[in-house]
């Protein structure tokens, strides 16, 4: 079975209706009351009807008309207009549907994962932003979250919203802060489509025609269109596996089981266990554990002075992805939902010995990465004024044998299959005219930077491909400032991820990038400031979908490296109107580095000369290669003087 392109959507939801139930003129969800239609291009408008039923649409003194087809569908275009509204539009068969409240102006496509979905009301300042947006020009709509295996021709839901602070508080913080400040600047209205779903990867929004080009995916899409039931009936039928399993003896948690003692028991041998380093994901650690969602028991001993007995002590555990049960000596002391949570347990003095004691921490996961993560620093022991890092090995021991589970056939979730939101979140808006879409998406793809490099571009074509608008304005953020740098210079999968999102920057036409490495949190995955996200989205919306050339619209761009005895001098472009260098965070190394010919990076000292940074550093005295802010979270020192900050390169590539 194949694939239907997005234009000749899949009849099967279509046919398995009785005729009755289209024998009057229907319109997609995404076609409504409250809507925005894209100014200034001509405007496809479709639905559904009886097949061959005529059906005309009226709008600002405008006609065009179409015949449903065999399968019931029809599809038109009105004649361009120009930016206004209210208005009403008129859909005539065999039933008259009149939409009201219509306005044309800009309409933009928001998509990605977690950090666009992430709502406005859990933002910083967010609060405040709610309460201000009123605005009725702004107009949002939701596509709910749904994962298919074949292209689907209308959404699960949804609706066209007025913005104000009812209907913004759960929207995507980054759409509506770009959106306010497009529609502030041109004072058309704007109109937002947020189509995202939290950590998804990239082949998940990609079509299948699209991934069927590139080599990593053949196979997988292959699997999935040979495929009989859908995602749905074949998650029911895992479940009703997964019960039967949990109802099992092998099933039941080894570490609780009644009559025998529970593995947070302080006498228990653990000989067989196996070790991992903490704080860190599972994930990446065990290969018995990659794909493990479940219940993992961690141990390890603490060794305390003579002076410690009897004393309080104080248990910091960093974070748990998910859920924990935390024992001291065996005595159950705490536990925590919530993987962004710190955990710190008191612990009574009757508790605490002189010598050995035992810590054992049941994990619950629920989904994606699970155990014990965050700084190193958040994992002590603390007694009698003495702390005591509890960072370094544990043991470890699933609560049961991964072998015996019944394999999900959607590891990482149906919202992650090659193609699925596409199908179910993107396809459906298909042929909606927009002025553009802005992306923020690439943390479940870090590791995979390679494949990243021909993935990205090939979802912008496929997407341009299927809206048939030219090269439609792609504008996306490169990955923020997430986890924890060692002292030394050093290469990472998120430092390789961004630079991917670099290349496709400077290789793919109409495309922006906003850098946000100075926006990010070390310890949260989720940085909570996203108007600025918005607000250098929106100055490359200006340049790429506007056309101002004169606007500043990126901090300076890495262009060339030379070299001049012991120094190395990096030009840049996107200089504004100059460069500047500030200081990194007190106690933290520079963000540029150099090598040598032996490939050994060190920070280096930098200083502005123009649209020139001179490097030189201290033992290197025939520098051939630079990197910059290249790392999880290296601090970002480079920028304009517009305030924009330089994206984190490297030259050694």
């Known amino acids: ?318 974070q748990v992805d998910d859920q924990d049960s935390t024992f001291f000596n065996g005595v159950a002391i705490g536990g925590t939902r919530g993987y962004d949570q710190l955990r710190r347990y008191s612990v009574p003095a009757s508790l605490v010995r002189a010598g050995r004691n035992i810590i054992t921490v049941r994990v619950t996961d629920t989904g994606s990465g699970g155990g014990i993560w965050g700084k190193p620093t958040d994992m002590t022991a603390t007694v009698g004024g003495l702390t005591v890092p509890l960072a370094g090995a544990w043991q470890y021991r699933p609560a049961f044998d991964p072998s015996t589970r019944p394999r999900s056939p959607f590891p990482g979730g149906t919202q992650n299959e090659p193609t699925a939101l596409f199908n179910g979140m993107i396809a459906p808006l298909l042929p909606y005219a927009l002025k553009g879409i802005i992306w923020y998406q690439g943390e479940s793809n870090a590791g995979r930077d390679a494949q990243y490099r021909t993935l990205f571009p090939a979802l912008i074509q496929d997407w341009r491909t299927r809206w048939q608008q030219g090269p439609l304005p792609f504008l996306f953020v490169q990955l923020a400032g997430y986890m924890h740098d060692g002292p030394e210079p050093a290469d990472t999968d998120w430092a390789r991820l961004r630079e991917a999102q670099r290349f496709t920057s400077l290789t793919v036409p109409r495309t922006g990038m906003a850098v946000a490495l100075d926006l990010g949190n070390p310890d949260d995955i989720h940085p909570r400031n996203k108007q600025d996200v918005g607000r250098r989205l929106a100055l490359l919306a200006r340049q790429v979908a506007y056309g101002e050339t004169d606007v500043v619209a990126s901090g300076p761009t890495f262009e060339k490296l030379s070299t001049a005895g012991n120094q190395l001098l990096l030009r840049f472009r996107n200089v504004g109107s100059g460069l500047v260098l500030k200081p990194g965070a007190a106690g933290t190394p520079g963000s540029f580095a150099v090598a040598g ?31 910059y802010a290249w790392g999880n979270n290296r601090p970002a020192t480079l920028y304009n003087q517009e305030g924009l900050p330089a994206s984190p390169f490297r030259s050694d590539n």
């Open 1 to 318: 079975m194949r694939f239907f392109s997005c234009l000749c959507f899949s009849t099967t939801l279509l046919l398995a209706a009785s005729p009755a139930a289209w024998a009057t003129v229907r319109l997609p969800r995404l076609v409504n009351s409250h809507m925005v239609l894209q100014r200034r291009v001509p405007l496809p408008l479709w639905g559904w009807a009886a097949p061959g039923e005529t059906v005309r649409v009226t709008f600002r003194g405008a006609t065009a008309q179409a015949t449903a087809g065999s399968d019931g569908r029809w599809q038109l275009k009105l004649p361009a207009q120009a930016a206004g509204g209210p208005f009403e539009l008129e859909v005539r068969g065999q039933n008259v549907i009149r939409l009201t409240d219509v306005l044309v102006g800009d309409v933009w496509l928001a998509s990605g994962q977690s950090n666009m979905e992430w709502p406005l009301r859990e933002t910083t300042g967010g609060p405040a932003a709610v309460t201000a947006a009123n605005h009725p020009t702004i107009r949002l709509f939701t596509v709910p979250n749904r994962a298919e295996s074949r292209p689907q021709p209308e959404l699960a839901g949804g609706e066209w919203q007025v913005c104000t602070p009812q209907s913004v508080a759960n929207f995507s913080a980054v759409a509506y802060h770009f959106g306010r400040d497009l529609q502030q600047r041109y004072q058309v209205p704007v109109g937002l489509i947020a189509a995202e779903w939290g950590g998804t990867a990239a082949e998940a929004w990609t079509s299948a025609e699209a991934l069927l080009k590139l080599p990593d995916f053949r196979g997988p899409v292959a699997v999935l269109q040979g495929q009989t039931g859908s995602f749905a009936e074949q998650d029911a039928a895992y479940a009703t596996r997964l019960r039967a399993w949990q109802q099992s003896p092998a099933g039941q948690d080894q570490g609780l089981l009644p009559g025998q003692p529970t593995w947070a028991d302080p006498t228990l041998t653990t000989t067989t266990w196996k070790s991992m380093q903490l704080p860190g994901i599972w994930e990446g650690q065990s290969p018995e554990l990659r794909d493990f969602d479940g219940i993992v028991w961690l141990r390890r001993e603490l060794t305390l002075p003579p002076t410690a007995a009897n004393q309080p002590l104080t248990l910091s555990l960093a």
């Open 597 to 627: 010919p032996d490939g050994r990076f060190v920070w280096a000292r930098a200083q502005v000369q123009g649209n020139t940074v001179v490097l030189q550093a201290d033992g290197v005295t025939n520098p051939v290669a630079v990197r």
